[in-house]
């Protein structure tokens, strides 16, 4: 079981790398390509719009063949779409580009329903929450890929490079950790699957637990997208301490992460989520009204804290039912990670008509979505 635990928090990680090792060198992407940024915005549809229409997908994949072959399968066509995406930043071709970003969005999006399938097995067998670590994982992913690609810009290694060498990590890491995860039992031929999508997205539990998700979502995406942009913008600094506002926020969600199961163990998951959600709002709070970058700052580490466990906790969720574990987390994380393609346009919008810090203030109405149905998250019993 320890060796299932430790494959999965690799792959966590390894989702987190290879998404955020490209993501980080965007601007030598769009500059290789000769896009502008209006371009550039429409290319990055071709991932999250695959990302999203491919989550539903998912579920019937990872039913069928196992969480195993689910990450193999969507990891190497990750790997796949960087390999591509490396050789049209080499010939500067915008339409392979586009081609790369489609298999990059199918790849990242299956790898996460498997992967999370797979962490909600092992979870279930160990006994207590560790769901929040494996994200957590995926964060410090996020956290190496972004300084692998900082590294990479200042010693003036190409992009295509960088991606090629990437590429060939992902394939190697996956090929080997996979082999570590918990065996599965195939279905019987001609067997019917044990949940259909539609009697799914018929389930209140489970569109009140996508809900969780889609509320929770937004709080960190939005963040994510523009708590560096609201600082130097709304409090006239300069970019280094936006980037240590996103810094904050961002170690602030990974030590929530690290040491939240240990609480959701304690109190239980809905307290948790309502806590966290309370300590968002704060946090949301003193950003935007808090009147100097000292209690922003204060305000990125509560949004942190607040927006850590609300994903891997309403993952845990949905994944209560091992037999139906598959399709509950594929419908639920179609509806949550709506909130990662619509998030930056609203904001957007909202910012150019109110200001960055007032459009900022739409996270709350996705705090209350949050909240009003963090009571789908409590455990079903056997």
């Not at 539609?198 to 960190?220: A, D, N």
């Not at 600082?231 to 240590?244: E, F, K, M, Q, S």
Request: glycine share 14%; charged share 10%.
């Amino acid at each position: 079981m320890n060796s299932a635990k430790i494959a999965v928090g690799v792959t966590f990680a390894m989702n987190g790398l290879a998404l955020a090792g490209w993501l980080s060198r965007a601007p030598a992407i769009r500059d290789g390509l000769e896009l502008s940024v209006a371009g550039f915005g429409l290319l990055l549809l071709c991932m999250s719009g695959t990302s999203v229409a491919s989550i539903p997908l998912a579920g019937p994949l990872v039913q069928r063949v196992g969480p195993a072959r689910a990450v193999l399968i969507a990891s190497m066509t990750e790997a796949l779409g960087l390999a591509l995406l490396a050789t049209a930043a080499l010939v500067s071709s915008v339409p392979l580009a586009g081609l790369a970003l489609l298999f990059c969005g199918f790849g990242t999006s299956t790898w996460d329903v498997a992967m999370n399938v797979e962490a909600a097995d092992v979870e279930r067998r160990i006994g207590r929450t560790i769901m929040p670590r494996f994200h957590a994982g995926f964060s410090l992913g996020t956290v190496a890929g972004a300084g692998v690609g900082a590294a990479a810009s200042a010693a003036g290694v190409p992009i295509w490079a960088q991606l090629y060498v990437t590429t060939v990590i992902v394939v190697a890491v996956q090929l080997a950790v996979v082999r570590r995860f918990l065996p599965h039992v195939e279905p019987e031929p001609g067997a019917k699957p044990a949940m259909s999508a539609g009697q799914v997205w018929r389930e209140p539990r489970t569109i009140l637990i996508g809900l969780i998700l889609l509320g929770f979502g937004f709080t960190e995406g939005s963040a994510n997208d523009w708590l560096a942009i609201s600082l130097v913008d709304g409090y006239h600094t300069g970019d280094t301490l936006g980037a240590i506002g996103f810094g904050v926020f961002v170690t602030a969600m990974t030590l929530g992460r690290m040491y939240g199961g240990a609480a959701a163990d304690r109190w239980g998951r809905v307290p948790v989520l309502r806590l966290t959600a309370v300590s968002a709002a704060a946090g949301v709070l003193l950003v935007v009204f808090g009147g100097s970058i000292e209690f922003a700052l204060a305000g990125a580490l509560l949004w942190g804290l607040g927006a850590s466990l609300g994903f891997p906790i309403g993952m845990s969720a949905a994944a209560d039912d091992p037999v139906h574990a598959a399709m509950r987390v594929s419908v639920a994380g179609s509806i949550g990670y709506g909130a990662f393609l619509a998030g930056p346009p609203l904001i957007g919008f909202l910012s150019e008509h109110f200001g960055i810090l007032n459009g900022m203030l739409c996270v709350f109405g996705a705090l209350l979505l949050g909240l009003a149905a963090s009571h789908a998250a409590k455990p079903l019993r056997p």
